[in-house]
Nanobody, 124 residues
């Protein structure tokens, strides 16, 4: 079965950096657009960043553009999210997901498979 396993979350001070990883198995990773989402307590899950099947295009939530960078390594079936200049408002559980398309999609309903999430906590 499809598995997406996130890692790399943790506690970091404001202004710090983290790199999230997502290891994929059970699917032909290179065929799918991928995304990172986050969900804070009491809030809806929201799109953070997406990347096309070949890494040729990226899309970001406006508030993280210039701070976050999504990338992928199809040979390793791995997805990454480099997060810099972190702020307390970015505290959330972060999820990777595989789209039902080769392209970038922003809506959760367009994603077929999800990881279990990794917690990112940014202290002030």
């Amino acid at each position: 079965q499809v598995q997406l396993v996130e890692s790399g979350g943790g506690l970091v001070q404001a202004g710090g950096s983290l790199r999230l990883s997502c290891a994929a198995s059970g699917l032909t990773f290179s065929m799918y657009g991928m995304g990172w989402f986050r969900q804070a307590p009491g809030k809806e899950r929201e799109f953070v960043a997406g990347i096309t099947w070949n890494g040729g295009s990226e899309l970001y939530k406006e508030s993280v553009e210039g701070r976050f960078a999504i990338s992928r390594d199809n040979a390793k079936s791995a997805l990454y999210l480099q997060m810099n200049s972190l702020q307390p408002k970015y505290t959330a559980a972060y999820y990777c997901a595989a789209a039902n398309s080769r392209q970038i999609v922003r809506n959760t309903v367009d994603y077929t498979n999800w990881g279990q999430g990794t917690q990112v906590t940014v202290s002030s």
